[in-house]
T-cell receptor, first 115, second 109 residues
């Protein structure tokens, strides 16, 4: 149990589908992150939420839409994805990074395949 | 640009010692992290260095030299379960984590 739970673990979707990834953290952290992990590439930071406010959006295409209703939950809404979006999507949480706080804790990830 | 370099893959023998290197060029420095990631699982935190020197934690140690932009992770008494990817990450001046691509460590009996 990592304290960060992601669902679903696996997802196959067509390019015209709409789906959502869910992340929940039980650690009392105030920052949450979405990362994309492709084979043999560095983790790519997609979005950062700090105290429910989005503080980073690293030039992510609009077909990815994040939502953070409270500091414990984070969603990633997906629509009209491309095959190159197939990857492992990881959620993480931490204490406020601006205070030089703690390490990030990761969820198990959602393995997304776009067909 | 910002860059983290680490070897793509390493192989070692059970019971031996292995050192995984990481070099970095970032805009500012607010700490370096090592994570372990088994295939299909979440990355898990191993170590954090913010000052120069060696941090020891059981069989794992991590070293940092800020002047050289260099770190290594040292794994002793290797076990088969240590087969995993090891990720190096640096926190830059904006407190954003910059990640390496990871080193896949293969342990042979």
């Amino acid at each position: 149990e990592t304290g960060v739970t992601q669902t679903p673990r696996h997802l196959v979707m067509g390019m015209t589908n709409k789906k959502s990834l869910k992340c929940e953290q039980h650690l009392g952290h105030n920052a949450m992150y979405w990362y994309k992990q492709s084979a043999k590439k560095p983790l790519e930071l997609m979005f950062v939420y700090n105290f429910k406010e989005q503080t980073e959006n690293n030039s992510v295409p609009s077909r990815f839409s994040p939502e953070c209703p409270n500091s414990s939950h984070l969603f990633l809404h997906l629509h009209t994805l491309q095959p190159e979006d197939s990857a492992l999507y990881l959620c993480a949480s931490s204490q406020d990074p601006g205070t030089g706080g703690t390490e990030a804790f990761f969820g198990q990830g959602t393995r997304l395949t776009v067909v | 640009g910002q860059n983290i370099d680490q070897p793509t893959e390493m192989t070692a023998t059970e019971g031996a010692i292995v050192q995984i290197n990481c070099t970095y060029q970032t805009s500012g420095f607010n700490g370096l992290f090592w994570y372990q990631q088994h295939a299909g699982e979440a990355p898990t935190f191993l170590s954090y260095n913010v000052l120069d020197g060696l941090e020891e934690k059981g069989r794992f140690s991590s070293f940092l030299s800020r002047s050289k932009g260099y770190s290594y992770l040292l794994l002793k008494e290797l076990q088969m379960k240590d087969s995993a990817s090891y990720l190096c990450a640096v926190r830059d001046s904006n407190y954003q984590l910059i990640w390496g691509a990871g080193t896949k460590l293969i342990i042979k009996p």
